[in-house]
């Protein structure tokens, strides 16, 4: 089984907009600040096809429409979720689950991301992938 998490998320509008909560520090396990980061992927296009060791990383898409798929590493069942801006949902992808995303909308994807260790190009933590085609 491929662990990771959903969170369906509350919004909150009125005649201004919306807000939704993406991330507390009770979702964390570890306290400490990591990253956050946006990305931004343009149509058909597929980002990560990677697995970090150490890092959990959460995502959700904020604006467009994206096809996620994860991989236990070494195993070969692949889930995959739907992430749009009209329902959304973070998902928690933990250490050695091979992740990529793909905007499969005709606009640009907007990617809101946290990870809990901050990128360090000495030491990414980051291996590539391509076992998930997408």
Known sequence: MI??????LEIH???????AEILRKEHLEDKKFGQIYVSVSNPRKVKANHYHQRKTEWFCVIKGR??????NLGEERIEEINLTDDNLITVKIPPRVVHAIKNIGNDSMYLLAYTTEPYNPKDPDTFSDE???I
Do not use: C, H, N, P
């Not at 662990?3 to 369906?8: C, V």
């Not at 509008?13 to 807000?19: L, T």
């Open 3 to 8: 662990k990771y998490e959903i969170r369906k």
């Open 13 to 19: 509008s009125d005649e201004r907009g919306w807000v």
């Open 66 to 71: 994206a096809k996620l798929l994860l991989k």
């Open 131 to 133: 076992s998930i085609e």
